[in-house]
T-cell receptor, first 108, second 112 residues
Framework: GQSLEQPSEVTAVEGAIVQINCTYQ??????LSWYQQHDGGAPTFLSY????GLEETGRFSSFLSRSDSYGYLLLQELQMKDSASYFC?????????FGGGTRLMVKP | NAGVTQTPKFQVLKTGQSMTLQCAQD?????MSWYRQDPGMGLRLIHY???????DQGEVPNGYNVSRSTTEDFPLRLLSAAPSQTSVYFC???????????FGAGTRLSVL
């Protein structure tokens, strides 16, 4: 099966940089995804890493190390609207398994 | 494109009642999944399908049935509702060649 670990909560100030870590154990691995979910909303896709290294999409970057079973999401120039929950998810082919989520609170 | 459409948005059931949560997608995606999300928790996979006529169990399948008679539709049936099934249910779909999963708006279910 799969298991994913990520911090439950992170707090940062507007304009800062924050990193959300994710470690995983899985019996099958194609890649690691990140999703954002605002309160009361549905998860939306942010990024995907199939290979080791950094993927950058605007203010968001995601990193993967397959040998360490570890990845992170980096959010730069934090804005108030970035306050949300962030989930890492392992793509094991047919299935997508999610971590418990990290609640990010951005303060002025 | 409507994307992934779930109905109803809200539902209240009594213990022992049965109901079907509807999910439809108009993106011709092969893969569809049902998740449940309890307050402050992540998403747990209930059932998934890789194409019409093919379904499989996820992490928490007990108490739920699914079928996939068409590519577009993937209904979730609660056989005999229990208070432990109070949750938000999300349906999702994705192309088998792409990593992006698209979610519906969710169904908020309360079982009394």
């Amino acid at each position: 099966g799969q298991s994913l670990e990520q911090p439950s909560e992170v707090t940062a100030v507007e304009g800062a940089i924050v990193q959300i870590n994710c470690t995983y154990q899985t019996s099958g691995f194609y890649g690691l995804s990140w999703y954002q979910q605002h309160d009361g909303g549905a998860p939306t896709f942010l990024s995907y890493n199939a290979l080791d290294g950094l993927e950058e999409t605007g203010r968001f970057s995601s990193f993967l190390s397959r040998s360490d079973s570890y990845g992170y999401l980096l959010l730069q120039e934090l804005q108030m609207k970035d306050s949300a929950s962030y989930f890492c998810a392992v793509n094991a082919g047919n299935m997508l398994t999610f971590g418990g989520g990290t609640r990010l609170m951005v303060k002025p | 494109n409507a994307g992934v459409t779930q109905t109803p948005k809200f539902q209240v059931l009594k213990t022992g009642q049965s109901m079907t949560l509807q999910c439809a997608q108009d993106m011709n995606h092969e893969y569809m999944s049902w998740y449940r999300q309890d307050p402050g928790m992540g998403l747990r996979l209930i059932h998934y399908s890789v194409g019409a006529g093919i379904t499989d169990q996820g992490e928490v399948p007990n108490g739920y049935n699914v079928s996939r008679s068409t590519t577009e539709d993937f209904p979730l049936r609660l056989l005999s509702a229990a208070p432990s099934q109070t949750s938000v249910y999300f349906c999702a779909s994705r192309d088998k060649e792409e990593p992006v999963q698209y979610f519906g708006a969710g169904t908020r279910l309360s079982v009394l």
